[in-house]
């Protein structure tokens, strides 16, 4: 035996202490020696199989350890050279979940508008709730503030760190599902508007909303399979080998901290998941498919969970009109005195509004908010503007002092409309269409053009009279319409007309009592959009009842994310399209309630 080889059987292996402790011959014996048990294995492929994009929630808390352990699985994803580019914000403050619950229904809403029609109805089919109903919520955010060329592996894939924070969802994933915890991405944000937001930094970039908590639904199979939307393709229709199967044609060508919405309201403004996932569970009892109502049936869940179930069979009509100086300007195929006439025979119960109130099963409070004439419709509830008004192109629609009031005084209809159950907004003013369509471009940005529809009977050329005044009024006040979301009673005294004013006290007053708001018409929907942007938390409790005529209108819901019950093209106003759907609600409650219900 040489020298040489008595030294090397003689010497033992240097074992490093820290690191990988094997060596070459041990891992040339047993390749496969790394492996987990077969046990460890096939739980690890149930957890994988598992998997689910859960939409419906329980409202009971999270404890934090488990929330810890969620995020620990998350922050041991690989990522690329290391850099850990993910950050995970949590999110209990109910406002801010309420805002970016709006901003999904918005997001929602614009994607179904590209899609065929059977396809958007069955997205819009699908239930987005969690984002309100669980109990929390957490956002991933990839800080790309790191050239890509400073991080190993991003100078030639410069996306890689999405995909790390990527990685880390699917992490966490796994990890809650493991612990019975569900989540679901929510990816129908405008990246920039969940940016905004929770007050994202530039180059912190937001991957997706997670909605976090006990899961209120045990899917076999994935949702989107069992939505019939499609179906997970075989192994071997994804599975290439060597190159791109095909290959190619002759031309190279292949076949901070977050800072919380400003709100005032009361806690019962915000939707409590508990209220929500109690509502769905009832529905669950019933003898019927889920939501066999369709769109109804979200309406009801959402007055039930407001009322926690105990919302009254009725509700309140709120009918507001006034006169406006812009009428004088040739923008109405009326006479201003119909304003008045109108309100008259609401009183006496024979308006358009008053009689589908009735019908609907609603009680109606008539407030003359500044209809011709020095005296106040008789019997009516006055809240006439004391200062003069103007004609939006010369001058201020309303003094600021009289916006606030007639704010003020919705705000006290509202609260007491709250008790009675539902509150349907409805307007009445010749003018108010003009008025209703220089709101609308001021806060969708649409043009007068695409804005400025025919109203009440206007013909060619009024309707071109009402593009070059509300041209002219944009015109006016284009610094102050601009920034019209840090002072919404700016825009309605720049822009606006008394009855909005006052609906839209009504809207914020209602809900800061917890009753459901119905909207109406262009000019009835409008104060949902103001009341929002006052109070983010409003949006909650806002229904469409209807979708006009009004070019401008669709837009207007779009903004709020809501999706319309009714679309038959009125013209009527008064509130006829909220009381209408305010009837479909409370036959759908006097559904849900009366319907057999199932053994659990």
């Known amino acids: ?48 199989a598992g998997r689910r994009d859960i939409r419906r929630f329980r409202p009971e808390a999270v404890p934090d350890s488990l929330l810890a352990e969620v995020l620990t699985a998350g922050h041991q994803a690989p990522s690329v050279g290391h850099s850990q580019p993910w950050r995970f914000i949590v999110v209990r403050d109910p406002a801010i979940r309420d805002r970016a619950a709006h901003l999904a229904d918005r997001a929602r809403l614009d994607q179904a508008g590209l899609l065929t029609n059977d396809r958007a109805a069955r997205m819009l089919d699908l239930k987005l709730e969690g984002l309100r109903e669980a109990p929390l919520g957490v956002v991933v955010v990839c800080d790309r503030r790191v050239p890509a060329s400073g991080v190993l592996g991003r100078a030639t894939f410069p996306d890689a760190d999405l995909w790390s924070c990527a990685c880390a969802i699917e992490n966490m994933w796994l990890a809650a599902r493991a612990r019975g915890l569900g989540m679901g991405w929510v990816t129908l944000f405008e990246p920039d ?37 499609s179906k997970r393709m075989p192994l071997e229709d994804v599975v290439m080998h060597d190159r791109w199967a095909g290959g190619r044609t002759v031309d190279g060508v292949p076949g901070a901290s977050p800072t919380a919405p400003a709100s005032h309201l009361g806690p019962r403004d915000h939707l409590p998941p508990s209220s929500l996932a109690a509502a ?34 009725g509700g309140t009509l709120i009918l507001a009109g006034a006169s406006h100086p812009v ?63 103007g004609d939006l192109v010369s001058t201020d629609a309303m003094h600021r002092l009289d916006v606030d009031r007639l704010l003020d005084v919705g705000r006290g209809l509202g609260e007491g409309a709250a008790r009675g159950g539902l509150v349907a907004l409805g307007e009445v003013g010749i003018g108010n269409t003009t008025v209703a369509a220089a709101l609308a471009c001021a806060v969708t940005g649409l043009t007068p053009r695409e804005t400025v529809g025919i109203g009440a009977g206007a013909d060619a050329e009024i309707v071109e009279r009402k593009r070059e ?21 700016d825009l309605l005294a720049a822009l606006g007309g008394p009855e909005i004013a006052l609906l839209t006290g009504v809207v914020l007053g209602a809900a800061d009592a917890g009753a459901p708001v119905i909207l109406d018409g262009l000019a009835g929907s409008l104060p949902g959009v103001l009341a929002v942007a006052m109070e983010p938390g409003v949006q909650a409790h806002l229904i469409a009842g209807q979708q006009s005529r009004e070019r401008a209108h669709a837009e207007v819901l779009r903004s709020l994310g809501l999706e319309p019950l009714l679309s038959l093209r009125l013209r009527s106003g008064e509130g006829v399209g909220a009381c209408l759907a305010a009837s479909l609600i409370l036959q759908g409650m006097k559904v849900r309630r009366g319907v057999a219900r199932t053994a659990p």
Not at 4 to 31: K, M, N, Y
Not at 283 to 298: C, F, Y
Not at 482 to 487: E, H, K, L
């Open 280 to 313: 769905t569970d009832d529905a669950d009892t019933l003898l019927a498919p889920p939501e066999s109502l369709g769109v109804l049936d979200r309406a009801v869940s959402r007055v039930e969970a407001l009322g926690r179930g105990k919302t009254p069979l």
């Open 1 to 48: 035996m040489s020298a040489h080889e008595t030294q090397a059987a003689t010497w033992p292996r240097p074992t490093p202490l820290v690191g990988d402790a094997t060596s070459a011959h041990e891992r040339r014996a047993d390749p496969a020696g790394w492996a987990f048990s077969p046990e460890a294995i096939g739980t690890l492929d149930s957890v994988i």
């Open 469 to 489: 005044v509300v041209e002219q009024a944009l015109a006016r006040t284009a610094s102050r319409t601009a920034a019209w979301r840090d002072d919404p009673a």
């Open 327 to 389: 009428s004088a300007l040739g923008v109405s195929a009326f006479p201003d005195r119909v304003t008045r006439d109108v309100l008259e025979a609401a009183v006496a119960g024979e308006s358009m509004g008053a009689v589908s109130a009735r019908s609907a099963g609603l009680g109606v409070i008539v407030v003359d908010a500044g209809a011709l004439g020095d005296a106040s419709v008789p019997w009516a509830f006055s809240a006439k503007p004391s200062h003069p008004q």
């Open 193 to 229: 508007d969940l940016s905004a937001l929770l007050d994202l930094p530039e180059g912190v970039v937001p991957m997706g909303w997670m909605c976090l908590g006990w899961p209120d639904e045990r899917p076999p199979a994935p949702g989107l399979e069992r939505a019939a939307w």
